[in-house]
């Protein structure tokens, strides 16, 4: 099976997420043979689930934050899909940057991130495995859990 088909037999895909309209950037750049993304978060269309709103360590829990992890990991992909035409054009997966919505004493954002890391790996296999980071921070936009970036190597 193929990356693409891989993916697009996932259960619950959501819509390919846009840019909001109070925002002012891009969701992705072509660089040589590289795809940047834009920072995403666990949205569903235009839409953000109220499942995946606030703090992790006060309003959610590691597993819901694991869950909007794995739901930005594919809203990432469908904007790589959009950019590509297919995954099938995804050589590996470079690199992946997570920021979590978090009290100051949650110190477990790696398990949350992991949503998005064991999507990319059970979709790329290899090629899925990548550096990252998992931070912590106090805020994000529109109070979501959690945001993810990503940089693909194309083929």
């Known amino acids: 099976m193929t990356y693409d088909q891989k993916f697009m037999a996932l259960k619950d895909l ?29 949205l ?24 909007a992890s794995r ?8 904007v790589a899909r959009e950019a590509l035409g ?12 997570g920021s979590v919505n978090c009290m100051d004493d949650f110190t477990d ?11 990319l790996i059970e979709i790329f296999g290899e090629n899925g495995k990548h550096t990252r980071s998992a931070l912590g921070c106090n805020a994000l936009a529109f109070n979501i859990c959690v945001e993810i970036s990503m940089t693909i190597r194309m083929k």
């Not at 297919?86 to 940057?97: A, F, G, H, Q, R």
């Open 44 to 67: 569903r269309g235009d839409k953000i689930p109220s499942e995946y709103l606030g703090k992790l360590g006060k309003d959610l829990t590691v597993k819901q934050g694991y869950n």
């Open 14 to 42: 959501p819509p390919t997420p846009t840019v909001p309209k109070v925002a002012n950037y891009i969701l992705f750049r072509k660089s040589d043979k590289e795809l940047i993304l834009s920072g995403n978060g666990p």
């Open 109 to 119: 954002q790696a398990s949350v991130v992991n949503g998005c890391s064991d999507l």
């Open 86 to 97: 297919t995954l099938d054009n995804v050589d590996y997966i470079i690199n992946i940057e």
């Open 71 to 78: 739901l930005t990991g594919m809203n990432l992909l469908l």
